[in-house]
């Protein structure tokens, strides 16, 4: 593959900082670009490299249902592509991705729409990670009195960007460390965090540190609510969900001889901690399908 492509991969392989739509959408575009500039001699050999192209981009995060979600959507359509001749079909199958990509911003920005209307003036939000669904929650609520207390979410503290940027909307923003989740969730009204995927049954990958504060919100008597776009329901041919592990380098943690860092990303809330699952359709109290 091109050395473009392999960038674009790798990329999306090191990502820390983007959630898993943003991640999906990223994906795409790598996709678009393979279609405008892969080397082929003919509709036939394009089709095949960009085929290679998706797998690998499809397993490159599997913690992110949303990646391997959209990029199949892409390779469906684009085996429905007409290939007569080279050019039109890499324009067709840029196309196709950035149709998509559009389609998951439609669909945060619905799911964020339907999320923020239920939350009235006044409330107080507990919230984990780094989401762009959640960010886009946050745009929803600017001017109604809203507060939000955020965890740091260690190790890399993308938390503090989701507090800076409500803050920045007028929303009255505490930050915590991940630990304070148990004191916060006694302040708060309910919980509410995006997600990396969605299991068949409603249990959800997200940030570690996700299933403490679902505890914590059910110790405290406040619902757990996950916002997200229905493209992060992983089909249950996928089996279980692989659970992404990261440079333990990223704790910080001084040499401590024998012992074992362990630097683990995503965790597993399930579905009976969870109060609704809110997407573009809208509000439900059992768990999206795909």
Not at 225 to 244: I, M, T, Y
Request: aromatic share 4%; glycine share 8%; with cysteine.
């Amino acid at each position: 593959m091109s050395d473009a492509f392999e960038a674009g991969l790798a990329a999306l392989r090191a990502d820390r900082s983007r959630g898993a739509s943003a991640l999906a959408r990223f994906a795409l575009g790598v996709l678009a670009d393979a279609a405008r500039e892969t080397p082929a001699r003919d509709p036939a050999e394009l089709r095949a490299r960009l085929a290679d192209c998706a797998d690998r981009l499809a397993r490159a995060r599997p913690s992110m249902a949303p990646i391997a979600n959209l990029v199949a959507a892409w390779s469906g359509r684009l085996a429905a592509l007409p290939a007569a001749e080279l050019g039109p079909f890499r324009r067709a199958a840029a196309r196709v991705a950035e149709d998509l990509a559009e389609e998951s911003r439609r669909a945060v920005g619905a799911a964020a729409a339907h999320a923020a209307v239920r939350i009235g003036p006044g409330a107080t939000i507990l919230c984990h990670s780094l989401s762009s669904t959640l960010l886009a929650v946050f745009d929803r609520l600017a001017g109604r009195r809203v507060r939000l207390i955020q965890t740091e979410s260690r190790p890399l503290y993308e938390g503090r960007a989701a507090a800076r940027h409500a803050a920045g909307l007028g929303l009255d923003v505490v930050l915590i460390s991940d630990a304070q989740v148990g004191l916060a969730a006694a302040e708060a009204d309910l919980a509410l965090v995006g997600a990396d995927a969605l299991m068949p049954d409603g249990a959800v990958v997200n940030k570690a540190g996700t299933l403490p504060l679902a505890l914590a919100a059910r110790a405290a008597g406040i619902p757990f609510q996950v916002c997200c776009e229905r493209f992060k329901v992983r089909p249950a041919a996928w089996g279980p969900v692989a659970l992404e592990a990261m440079d333990p380098a990223e704790l910080g943690t001084p040499d401590l001889g024998p012992v074992t860092v362990r630097n683990v990303y995503f965790d597993l809330t399930p579905a009976d901690l969870v109060a609704a699952w809110i997407t573009e359709a809208g509000f439900s109290e059992t768990p999206p399908k795909l």
